[in-house]
């Protein structure tokens, strides 16, 4: 079965750290482009990071561009997204999305919570 | 980069068909037939229901289409159900400095 399992969501305060984890199954995960998408509580969808099959290539999105790194182990199957400096408005689910066609496989997401 | 504009709220009956927009600009949703839509339950993760434009991947009922003018997309749910009922985003490729950006999300309500 094809799927992803975010982890390492959690309560954080404010200027905190956190790591978030995405384990892939099912599939060839190196041959995938990998996403974090977020959405605030009672809020729409909004797109995070991108990252290349091979890692070679990476966006963020000016929210959170020089406070969050992606990155992926494809030996490991995963993808990861450290966050730092973390803010009040960082707190949302975090979903990992690949990308075929469009956003085809969404995790569970991961609930990170920024407050002191 | 902007979000695309999608009205908050659509409703109808069962068995009515619905439509719903997504406007951006010639930069993303004009530009590219990169549009996306995706299907959201409460507490649950997105569903791809649409893919460029108008491709519908395995296993998503033939109910619902897409379709696109200029820098406008759109979703329309036939047959309309209980089950539609949910939150819907549109998403499209952008030739910004990020790659992606979603709709704002409209939320389906089946009377």
């Known amino acids: 079965e094809v799927q992803l399992v975010e982890s390492g969501g959690g309560l954080v305060q404010p200027g905190g750290s956190l790591r978030l984890s995405c384990a892939a199954s099912g599939f060839t995960f190196s041959s995938y482009e990998m996403n974090w998408v977020r959405q605030a509580p009672g809020k729409g969808l909004e797109w995070v990071s991108y990252i290349s099959s091979s890692g070679s290539t990476i966006y963020y999105a000016d929210s959170v561009k020089g406070r969050f790194t992606i990155s992926r182990d494809n030996a490991k199957n995963s993808l990861y997204l450290q966050m730092n400096s973390l803010r009040a408005e960082d707190t949302a689910v975090y979903y990992c999305?690949?990308?075929?066609?469009?956003?085809?496989?969404w995790g569970q997401g991961t609930m990170v919570t920024v407050s002191s | 980069q902007s979000a695309l504009t999608q009205p908050a709220s659509v409703s109808g009956s069962p068995g009515q068909s619905i439509t719903i927009s997504c406007t951006g600009t010639s930069s993303d949703v004009g530009g590219y037939n990169y549009v996306s839509w995706y299907q959201q339950h409460p507490g649950k993760a997105p569903k791809l229901m649409i893919y460029?434009?108008?491709k519908r991947p395995s296993g998503v009922s033939n109910r619902f289409s897409g379709s696109k003018s200029g820098n406008t997309a759109s979703l329309t749910i036939s047959g309309l159900q209980a089950e539609d009922e949910a939150d819907y985003y549109c998403?499209?490729?952008?030739?910004?400095?990020?790659?992606?950006?979603f709709g704002t999300g409209t939320k389906v309500t089946v009377l």
């Open positions: 460029d434009v108008s």
């Open positions: 998403s499209s490729y952008t030739s910004s400095s990020t790659p992606y950006v």
């Open positions: 999305a690949r990308v075929f066609m469009a956003f085809d496989i």
